[in-house]
Every structure is written in structure tokens, then in C-alpha cells.
T-cell receptor
Framework: DGGITQSPKYLFRKEGQNVTLSCEQN?????MYWYRQDPGQGLRLIYY???????QKGDIAEGYSVSREKKESFPLTVTSAQKNPTAFYLC????????????FGDGTRLSIL | GQQVMQIPQYQHVQEGEDFTTYCNSS?????IQWYKQRPGGHPVFLIQ?????EVKKQKRLTFQFGEAKKNSSLHITATQTTDVGTYFC??????????FGTGTRLLVSP
């Protein structure tokens, strides 16, 4: 079954700690995205990648970093520079081309300890 | 910057009542997409509208794209408890990026 797998489902971060959220897809999609969702709000784009070894900042990239070494994988690191990391993080992917629908993973809920 | 607003933010209906959410963009859109997010879940793509004035139906859901391509609506006829969730519209922002609306949260009481 094709899909997007995010792990872990829940994650806790201590002060000054970097944490990495995993996102793996087997849909053979070139484009991948990371969004942040705060309670009762919409999705805000953190980073996106249109192809392997390339990625671009989204609207709220500060305090986050990503890598795209493999087509299937797009991990997101929440660094200690992100002062308000508590949120629901969603990874998505899509086929190449303008205005393609995005497919989402189940998300990771990150909280501060 | 480009903004996509939705109203209402929240609506609580009795099962069987109709529901409509409206999506308004600050800029003209080449297309609009709609997603549904169940409580505790992830957004799921519902439909895409491309043409000015386009109307598409999916069972009890009717989607409309405005003539000026700056607004859209989703109407649900005779809501059911399975319709509970947050409905988002999303418009393109550059190549392969989307800007999501603020969302409308629907609660349906049996």
C-alpha cells in the first residue's frame, strides 16, 4: 500500500535540544513538503523540496532544517533556535507539475518538556 | 502577501441540516483545492476546481469556483456525523506550493 509514513507520532523536546522528525514516502513522488499546524489554525509551510538534493524555505523556516538525500525521505530537524516548537507537524508529497494534490502523512505531535 | 481566508471559523449543526463554508483569496487563483481533516487526523484531498464558475458535486458535497476565480464555496446537503472535521481550501502559491485557508471546523450533533 502506497503512502507517507511519519514517525514518531508523539515527540517531546527538552530545552536546548534538537529533534528530528522522520517522513518517508513510497508514492514515487518528487515533491515533498513540511507544514506546521497550530491548534485551531491552518497549515503553514516550513520547507519544501521539488527534487532530490534540493529544497527551499517556506514561510516559517526559521529554527528548522531539512535534508533530501533520497527521493523517499525528507526529515525535518527542529533546532533549539525554534523557541515555540509545540505544534502538529505534517509531511506531504505530490507528483511533479503545477497544482498537484498533496498527500499527507498522519503527522507528528511535538511538545516541550 | 497572498492570503486565503475562510468563513465561518466554526459551525455547529444538527444532523440533517445543510452547511456551507466560504473561501476568499486576496489574489486571483488559477485553481483551488479542497481538503478535509478529521479530528486528530491529517488533511485529505477532496477536489480541485480550475474553471471560472465551475461547479462539481461529490454525493452530498457541492463545490463552486467563483466567476472571478477569487472565491470558492463548499456546501454539504443534509449533514451527517461522518462530515465532522475541518475543511480547508488551498490555492497555488508559485510552482508546486499551496497556501492553505484558515479552515472551517464543522461539528455535527446527532
Amino acid at each position: 500500500d502506497g503512502g507517507i509514513t511519519q514517525s514518531p507520532k508523539y515527540l517531546f523536546r527538552k530545552e536546548g535540544q534538537n529533534v528530528t522528525l522522520s517522513c518517508e514516502q513510497n508514492l514515487n513522488h518528487d515533491a515533498m513538503y513540511w507544514y506546521r499546524q497550530d491548534p485551531g489554525q491552518g497549515l503553514r509551510l516550513i520547507y519544501y523540496s521539488q527534487i532530490v538534493n534540493d529544497f527551499q524555505k517556506g514561510d516559517i523556516a526559521e529554527g528548522y532544517s531539512v535534508s533530501r538525500e533520497k527521493k523517499e525521505s525528507f526529515p525535518l530537524t527542529v533546532t533549539s533556535a525554534q523557541k515555540n516548537p509545540t505544534a502538529f507537524y505534517l509531511c506531504a508529497s505530490s507528483t511533479t507539475g503545477e497544482n498537484q494534490p498533496q498527500h499527507f502523512g498522519d503527522g507528528t505531535r511535538l511538545s516541550i518538556l | 502577501g497572498q492570503q486565503v481566508m475562510q468563513i465561518p471559523q466554526y459551525q455547529h449543526v444538527q444532523e440533517g441540516e445543510d452547511f456551507t463554508t466560504y473561501c476568499n483569496s486576496s489574489t486571483t487563483l488559477s485553481n483551488i483545492q479542497w481538503y478535509k481533516q478529521r479530528p486528530g487526523g491529517h488533511p485529505v484531498f477532496l477536489i480541485q476546481l480550475v474553471k471560472s464558475g465551475e461547479v462539481k458535486k461529490q454525493k452530498r458535497l457541492t463545490f463552486q469556483f467563483g466567476e472571478a476565480k477569487k472565491n470558492s464555496s463548499l456546501h454539504i446537503t443534509a449533514t451527517q456525523t461522518t462530515d465532522v472535521g475541518t475543511y480547508f481550501c488551498a490555492g497555488p502559491k508559485g510552482f508546486q506550493k499551496l497556501v492553505f485557508g484558515t479552515g472551517t471546523r464543522l461539528l455535527v450533533s446527532p
